[in-house]
């Protein structure tokens, strides 16, 4: 008994296959990974929330402050908020690493 290998046997197909590939690879590298570190007066901020202006895509800051987040393709702005801190809005533009100082209310 011989085992078929699936194979594509219009070149169209292939064509089209490729095209989607590399489609979803393109909107993967779109996005950009942006960390930092939000303090005030030195000291880490902890549970300060950063968020991608625009969209739903948000996180918090961790016990050192510290934060990761992924902005969706066409977005650069964050906002950074806390209690009893002023919202600071930063364009991140080709920046991949921050660091905040948050100034109280």
Do not use: H, Y
Request: proline fraction near 3%; hydrophobic fraction near 50%.
């Amino acid at each position: 008994m011989k085992r078929k290998i699936w194979r594509f046997a219009d070149p169209a197909k292939q064509i089209l296959t490729l095209f989607f590939l590399m489609l979803i690879t393109l909107g993967a590298m779109a996005q950009t990974v942006v960390t930092g570190t939000v303090k005030e007066k030195g000291a880490p901020l902890v549970g300060a929330t950063v968020a991608v202006n625009g969209s739903k895509v948000a996180t918090v800051t961790d016990a050192n402050g510290n934060f990761s987040i992924t902005l969706p393709s066409g977005k650069t702005v964050l906002l950074i908020s806390s209690v009893g801190f002023d919202t600071q809005s930063i364009d991140v533009g080709s920046q991949s690493q921050l660091n905040v100082e948050m100034v109280a209310v």
